[in-house]
């Protein structure tokens, strides 16, 4: 095997000449729980502060008056009599009405007052290592040289900013406030910085509920003189400056004063050094298992390259600093101590999503599953715990309660949005409602992580008594269409689509396709599942004669996989949800070999959507899928169109992802979401290796432009860790790892070769799949 193949990661950096001018060009730190934007700004450093359970509003249920599953129902007749109208005006008495529902909100900012004019300096740098998870920024005044470093420590939960000058004659004025919250802040009698208040604002909730907080920054100089002004610390000739930031919420009833102190305390047990170490060995104990190299590393900051991409430049090593800079983001916002799973933004609050008509929040019609698609096929596995966690501790029990109230079943049930405590109704208004999928979607990311890993205990214990008690309301939900005599669901709507009959426009109807590829997938899986655990009963035998009862995919008038099972006049063809999908990606209840005529009425789908191209609402993770959608083709070349797109238009200075203002989605600024920048290393990952099926396909979405390559540590289902590396865009090594005992089964084009892998024992073949090491075939 060639010397060279997977010999370490490339410089993972991000770095500029210049501090940021705003949000969007800050640089994010977080450790699954703390978020930190890092502007560095000589004169006057701003960080932003965000901690993922600062939630305004409380826990509860939409106000409702009477029995809303009457309604319900009664819509449904009167869909089946073709009476959209009088439908309509029955779910706007089945909605509730919003009440604390709340959002995620901005903790406030540190201001760090240097006094250094940018043009007074010279040599600036500021810089995020994606590997170690440290900021950095340095420069020169006059003789003297400055520079401070910033992380956030996941095992020691503080944020720590160490400033140097090695002139001994750094001057300090430390602040923090609350931004636009009016939150508390000044000095104790020690002289820390204290921050405390509570997350109101009166968009999303009554202004008077919400999560109760508590920060404490301590400043540790070496050298010179501190002192306290009331409301600053002023620090003045000093050597060197270590701060300490200790953020905690009430949000599970504990002491926030007295954890902030303690975690300070504990922090200041340690050196900085080993602090660092222990911070940075941590980090990459996730962020090392993958590497990605497709071309040489562009030493130019990152703007500029961004820039020179924006005018038609194509570099192979922004691909893979953007794979790779997803992976750093989600880990960044969940980890397996995180308390709440990563929401909207991430772990971080940019002050406009939270504060327009949709929130900062966990939207389940796309944006909370994009979040996490990288999980388990990049080798993050463990981010994934707390939104688990989060589906049994809190959508569940939640979503039983809404399954009774509003539908008078079974099982449990979420809808379009959810928040901090697990928000399972359906949203309060029509235009967004009923859908009663969202919870059965993200459920599916436990069998996902099944899949991937192979652990028995996780099925039994976890994923299955969700999975099980999803399928119990599916499974009364559905319903025999007497026009078809299939079995039909609803009302319900595709997410976030509208149609129109007699020239008006509606949102539900019956039997939307995005919800019968939800059922069909979710009765899929719980059949699969009771199979392993030798499970059978009555409930499995209802959901197989179920699953012979469902529709079966249709194409359209014009060639297109209908979104509705009427050929319904589309109200806005150009809208940014492609929901029915979903059954391409990230199901595979559509493939290109199994069910070509099908996969060939999604390319018209997504063709129409974009024809003409100014009219599509193009947005960070709309662009996403659409790459994830070309990879499932095997389009390789329409997937790279998407990539540049996505970094030209799409792509923030600081390499976030954007989601701007479109007719659909209003804002007064564009938004930040995270899931555009994982939608995209998913996709990347797409093109590298797929294994939906039963076996693992190797480059089957590789473009021309990767002519070279290799990766390293991307996982398969099937218990399979595997490296690749090609040459002129033809596989020339592979390496597999097996996690578990499993029959591995590999293809690459139209060749192919399995065997039986044993746990713990590594295999390697030459792009003919010649053994390099010698597996027991099969």
């Known amino acids: 095997m060639d010397k060279d193949f997977m010999i370490g990661n490339q410089a993972l950096k991000l770095w500029y000449r210049q501090p940021a001018s705003c949000w969007s060009e800050a640089l994010p730190l977080g450790n699954g729980r703390i ?10 450093e701003i960080i932003d502060l965000s901690e993922i359970t600062c939630f305004s509003g409380e826990e509860g249920h939409t106000h409702v008056s009477g029995n809303p599953s009457v309604h319900f129902y009664k819509a449904r007749e009167a869909l089946l009599n073709n009476d959209y109208g009088l439908a309509n005006d029955l779910l706007k008495r089945f909605v509730g009405k919003r009440t604390n529902y709340g959002t995620n909100l901005p903790l406030g900012r540190i201001r760090l007052n240097i006094g250094h004019d940018f043009k007074d300096i010279s040599d600036y740098q500021r810089s995020l ?27 020691h939960q503080v944020m720590v900013i160490k400033l140097e ?44 509920t919400g999560v109760g907080f508590f920060s404490r920054l301590r400043a540790v100089p070496t050298g010179g003189t501190m002192e306290s002004s009331g409301t600053d610390i002023i620090i003045n000739n000093a050597e060197q400056v270590i701060l300490y930031l200790a ?40 962020f090392d298992r993958v590497e990605l190299y497709l071309g040489e590393t562009e030493n130019i900051p990152a ?61 389940l019609d796309i944006n909370t599953q994009m979040n996490y698609w990288p999980c388990e096929v990049t080798n993050l596995a463990e981010c994934h715990v707390p939104l ?3 589906i049994e501790e809190k959508l569940v029990p939640s979503g039983r309660e809404t399954a009774k109230l509003f539908y008078g079943l079974n099982g449990w049930v979420a809808e379009l949005v959810s928040n901090a405590w697990g928000f399972t109704d359906p949203y309060w208004h ?20 099944y899949l991937f890993n192979r652990s028995y205990e996780f099925l039994k214990n976890h994923a299955y008594p969700v999975i099980r008690e999803a399928v119990l309301f599916f499974i009364d939900y559905i319903f025999t269409d007497p026009a078809s005599g299939f079995l039909t669901s609803g009302p319900s709507i595709s997410p976030e689509n509208h149609f129109c009959v007699d020239g008006k426009p509606y949102s539900a109807s019956l039997g939307p396709f995005y919800e019968i590829a939800v059922i069909r997938e979710l009765f899929d899986i719980f059949l699969e599942a009771s199979e392993i655990l030798k499970v059978s009963d009555e409930l499995c035998l209802r959901v197989k004669n179920a699953i012979n009862a469902l529709p079966p995919f249709q194409v359209g008038k014009n060639g297109e996989l209908k979104e509705w099972s009427h050929d319904f006049e589309e109200k806005d063809p150009q809208h940014r949800h492609t929901s029915h999908l979903l059954a391409l990606y990230p199901f595979s209840l559509i493939d290109v070999e199994k069910t070509p005529e099908l996969a060939e009425a999604a390319r018209v789908t997504i063709k129409r959507r974009m024809n003409p191209p100014e009219n599509w609402e193009d947005t960070g993770w709309a662009r996403c899928m659409l790459m994830l959608y070309s990879a499932r083709l095997k389009d390789a070349e329409w997937a790279f169109e998407h990539i540049q797109t996505l970094q030209m238009k799409l792509t923030n200075n600081n390499l976030m992802v954007k989601h701007p203002p479109t007719r659909g989605a209003p804002s007064f600024a564009d938004v930040y979401e995270l899931d555009g920048n994982t939608g995209f290393t998913a996709c990347v990952a797409e093109m590298l290796i797929q294994s939906h099926r039963s076996e693992t396909e190797l480059l089957p979405a590789l473009p021309k432009a990767w002519k070279s390559g290799r990766v390293k540590g991307l996982c398969a289902r099937g218990g399979f860790v595997v490296d690749l590396e090609w040459k002129e865009n033809i596989l020339t090594h592979v390496r597999i790892h097996a996690k578990v005992s499993s029959v591995c089964r590999l293809r690459y084009g139209k060749l192919g070769t399995c065997f039986n892998a044993e746990a713990g024992k590594t295999y390697e073949f030459d792009g003919n799949f010649s053994p390099l090491t010698l597996p027991r075939r099969i």
């Not at 978020?35 to 006057?44: E, R, S, V």
């Not at 340690?270 to 602090?275: F, H, I, V």
């Not at 235009?431 to 059965?440: D, K, M």
């Open 388 to 390: 688990f966690r989060w």
């Open 303 to 363: 703007d500029i390259l961004l820039d020179k991409v924006r005018n038609g430049y194509y570099s192979p090593y922004l691909t893979a600093l953007m794979f790779q800079y997803g992976r750093y983001l989600l880990i960044s916002s969940s980890r397996s101590n995180s308390p709440l799973p990563a929401h909207l933004q991430g772990v971080w609050n940019d002050s406009v999503a939270c504060r327009i008509g949709w929130t900062c929040d966990m939207h």
């Open 247 to 286: 953020v905690e919420t009430l949000f599970n009833q504990e002491d926030a004063f007295e954890k902030c102190r303690n975690r300070i305390d504990d922090a200041l047990r340690y050196p900085y050094e080993k602090l660092l170490k222990e911070h940075i060995a941590d980090f990459r104990s996730l």
């Open 35 to 44: 978020g930190a934007m890092i502007y560095g700004n000589p004169c006057t």
């Open 430 to 449: 029509v235009n967004l409602s009923p859908c009663p999928t969202g919870g059965a979607w993200i459920a599916t990311h436990m069998w996902e992580h």
């Open 165 to 208: 000058s090695d002139s001994g004659n750094l001057d300090l004025t430390v602040s923090i406030d609350g931004g636009d919250n009016p939150f508390t802040a000044g000095t104790d009698e020690n002289m820390d910085l204290v921050l405390s208040g509570y997350a109101y604002e009166e968009k999303h909730s009554d202004g008077k």
């Open 129 to 155: 290592c994606l590997n170690s998870a440290v900021s950095s920024v340095s420069y020169r005044k006059g003789n003297s040289f400055y520079s401070y470093t910033a992380f956030v420590s996941n095992p």
